[in-house]
């Protein structure tokens, strides 16, 4: 028993290089969950937030409920769609997810590559 405690009191202590290596992997994985989570979310926030601030009469969107429309009017916080011939809808501008073009062309996209 005594060779063991022996054995543990004789091992060299971890001097500062050794705690500051230990931090490495966790530095590495903060540093892979950046560029590959946090900055691409951020980036397609920033994109989202500017073509909301940029939406005009006229425009073809997409609300996160999943209606298409045209913008027929525009306040502050509130777009008016019409959803179909006489029908109009009113939304807040923070509900519209994205311009119904380019989801329809998404959309279309996987639909000729699988034909």
Not at 42 to 58: D, H, P, T, Y
Not at 73 to 90: C, F, P, Q, Y
Request: hydrophobic share 45%; net charge positive; proline share 4%.
């Amino acid at each position: 028993m005594a060779g063991i405690a022996y054995a543990q009191a004789a091992a060299p202590a971890a001097g500062p290089a050794g705690g500051f290596a230990s931090f490495i992997p966790l530095i590495l994985i903060f540093v892979v969950f950046y560029f590959l989570l946090i900055r691409p979310q951020q980036k397609k926030a920033r994109e989202l937030q500017n073509f909301i601030n940029n939406l005009k009469k006229g425009d073809r969107v997409i609300t996160n409920g999943g209606l298409y429309g045209k913008i027929t009017g525009l306040t502050d916080s509130v777009v008016t769609l019409e959803i179909a011939d006489g029908v109009r809808v009113k939304v807040s501008r923070g509900s519209i997810m994205g311009s119904a073009v380019e989801a329809e062309k998404q959309a279309a996209a996987p639909a000729k590559k699988g034909g």
